[in-house]
């Protein structure tokens, strides 16, 4: 059966063409224009936690100018076009200076979750070759205790004063005049971000994004949504280490000259009173956030109603939240799409005057989407039939960071290959129904079951594990633990045996990615070839 050529097209909102024009400059370009245009508007209002701190403000011509003096800060520290600077810090000014400012250098950002543990940090710092790192100073203790494994050499310390050989933010800033010039960028082949991410296997790796990937999906994402110049206020509380929160909540809005009300972290009552002080017109969440906002006890009280839509992102968004909370509000507003760290993120969105619930809606202009067999084969199959979804559009990563043969298993004959099975409708809108990859998504955060696994073998007790995803209301999915304990094991009883497992856990994995279910068994189901069957055990109803 030949599948229709792009039937998505007729479903597009009113006005929304299947092309758009994208600029052909760097990332960093939009914030340079937003300056221009709007010099005095408030880029960053950012909500400090501190007890009776006030909001901090930061306009446009400020963070342009502080990101142009970090970008000088870097390269007087011998930072060259090309060099990766990690970053391992909370959502901040501070963060989004320093994150076009290492563009402007001409270097990459490399973000790093600030839940890892020193093993993870470590991991990441060696992985992408970072020899400079912007670091919290509250965090600093975990990364100044692998620095000596890791090839950094540099860090600057932000919000604090540490002890330390180390570069404070406020001093180095200081220290140094605006550049006159900035590297030339090409942006078809420059990396402007190595987020990583465990792609289709369970190793994480740096997804390489260009400049030209960034600038298209900014450009997507903007258009789609309708976007107002200058016009829009986003409540940010999606962290500026995810790929979601770097593009949906910092440089998307930055593309359209918006105020970003910067939170720290989520907190469901400051949020509810964010959107009501400040007339937010998008709040962009996962759908556990918007669960907390539905059962706080106060949610009808505030005024919602300034809100147009705004796309959920990172885990599938249950219909019946999406009904709850567009009801809280008085219409509807929420709209699901579907991305990957791979693509910038985003590929698909519903059409907001037109949202199909259960479905992640349809490609956006320039992008193409197809479900192939699943055993691996280029076969497209027809128009409702479950396969393999695969990619392509101006989004889409050049490959993965020093893995070639990863990247040629992801990317076959120009077509990227999520992992994903779906199918698509008649109309073009598609639906995800599982995962050929083993990955758990915990609340928007991916878990690979192979790190976690290998930390529990790390325990001296611990015969045989398997780390699988179990289904949960609130997080979407849990992480689940089955361990077959070695014979001669000390503990005295399944409870202690899971309190010092999960101790040994909290020492070496960021907390999302710690087990919430451990379970215990005398042998684990195996195939004929000794491999631990994961599919097997999720399955079973969890005891």
């Known amino acids: 059966m030949v599948v229709a050529p792009k039937p998505w097209l007729s479903s597009y909102s009113s006005g929304m063409p299947s092309s758009l024009e994208y600029p052909e400059a760097p990332l960093y370009h939009f914030l340079k224009q937003s300056a221009s245009q709007y010099p005095d508007r408030p880029a960053i209002i950012y909500q400090d936690p501190s ?34 600077v990690a970053y391992y810090i909370q959502n901040s000014p501070e963060l989004i200076a320093g994150f076009y ?68 933010w406020e001093e180095l800033l200081d220290s140094v005049s605006p550049p006159e010039n900035l590297p030339a960028i090409g942006i ?32 997507q994402f903007r258009d789609w949504f309708g976007y107002e110049p200058g016009g829009e206020v986003f409540v940010a509380t999606l962290p500026l280490f995810h790929i979601g929160g770097i593009a949906g909540v910092m440089s998307v809005p930055i593309s359209c000259g918006g105020t970003i009300v910067l939170f720290r972290r989520f907190n469901a009552e400051r949020v509810l009173r964010a959107i009501q002080d400040y007339r937010a017109t998008r709040f962009l969440g996962v759908p556990t956030m918007y669960i907390a906002l539905l059962n706080h006890e106060t949610a009808g009280d505030y005024d919602l109603s ?50 199909r619930g259960g479905s992640i809606g349809v490609p ?7 479900v192939f067999d699943a055993d691996g084969g280029l076969e497209e199959l027809p128009q409702g039939e479950i396969g393999e979804l695969a990619l392509r559009g101006p989004q889409v990563m050049k490959g993965y960071w020093q893995r070639p043969q990863e990247t040629a298993e992801a990317i076959r004959e120009g077509w990227f290959f999520t992992g994903d099975l779906a199918y698509m409708d008649e109309r073009g809108y598609f639906f995800i129904v599982d995962r050929k990859k083993d990955v758990i998504n915990a609340a928007g955060f991916k878990v690979w079951p192979r790190e976690v696994e290998e930390v529990l073998y790390q325990h001296p007790s611990v015969r045989v ?18 361990i077959a304990l070695k ?57």
């Open 51 to 84: 007890e009776g701190a006030e909001p901090v403000t930061r306009t446009y011509q400020a963070l342009d100018e502080e990101s142009d003096r970090f970008a000088a800060a870097l390269a007087s520290l011998g930072v060259e076009k090309g060099d990766r």
């Open 101 to 168: 400012g290492i563009l402007k250098a001409g270097a990459v950002p490399v973000p790093c979750n600030v839940m890892y543990q020193a093993e993870e940090l470590s991991y990441h710092l060696n992985d992408s070759g970072a020899q400079t790192l912007l670091c919290e100073a509250n965090l600093y203790p975990t990364a100044q205790g692998i620095l000596e494994e890791t090839g950094v050499s540099r860090v600057v310390v932000a919000g604090g004063e540490v002890e330390g050989d180390v570069l404070h």
């Open 188 to 219: 078809e082949q420059d990396l402007a971000l190595l987020p990583y991410t465990g792609g289709t296997t369970g190793v994480p790796k740096g997804a390489m994004l260009t400049h030209a990937n960034l600038v298209a999906n900014a450009v």
């Open 306 to 355: 300034s809100l147009r839509p705004s796309r959920t992102s990172a885990a599938p968004l249950p219909a019946a939240v999406k009904e709850a909370f567009d009801g809280l509000v008085g219409r509807p507003v929420l709209v699901e799409g579907y991305g990957l760290t791979e693509t910038s993120p985003l590929t698909h969105a519903n059409p907001v005057d037109d949202a």
């Open 364 to 370: 956006l202009p320039d992008t193409e989407a197809r």
């Open 465 to 482: 594990a398997a780390v699988l995803g179990v289904p949960d209301d609130y997080r979407g999915e849990t992480v689940r633990a089955v």
């Open 487 to 543: 014979d001669g094991h000390e503990f005295d009883g399944e409870e202690s045996a899971r309190s010092d497992i999960l101790a040994h856990c909290q020492r070496h994995l960021a907390n999302y990615k710690i087990p919430r279910i451990v379970d215990f068994r005398d042998e684990l189901p195996v195939s004929a070839a000794g491999k631990v069957l994961r599919r097997v055990m999720r399955d079973e109803s969890t005891p």
